[in-house]
């Protein structure tokens, strides 16, 4: 079995039983980053299905994504909830 490193950061990912090509926090990050994408921006109108709450949540994480490059996994847990809900 191979040994391989993950095609974002290149941290080691031991030995693969899957096909993953990235750890587990490049992967969350990419997708946060489709999520973030997919999701309204608060001047398109799907926006306004979203409560107040999700709204503020989802301006809240944008600001820290694009100032961190991360969410906490609590986070990332929360923004799949509202990009389902908006499927
Ligand atoms: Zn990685």
Excluded: W
């Amino acid at each position: 079995m191979a040994v391989d490193c993950c095609a974002d950061c290149g941290v080691s990912l031991g030995t693969r039983m899957g096909g993953a090509e990235r750890c587990v926090a490049c992967e969350r990050n990419r997708l946060t980053r489709h999520y973030l994408a997919l999701l309204p921006e608060a001047d398109e109108g799907e926006h306004e299905r979203l409560g107040p709450l999700r709204r503020k949540f989802l301006a809240s994480v944008r600001e820290q994504f694009g100032r961190r490059g991360k969410l906490t996994e609590k986070q990332f847990l929360i923004l799949g909830e509202i990009y389902e809900s908006l499927r």
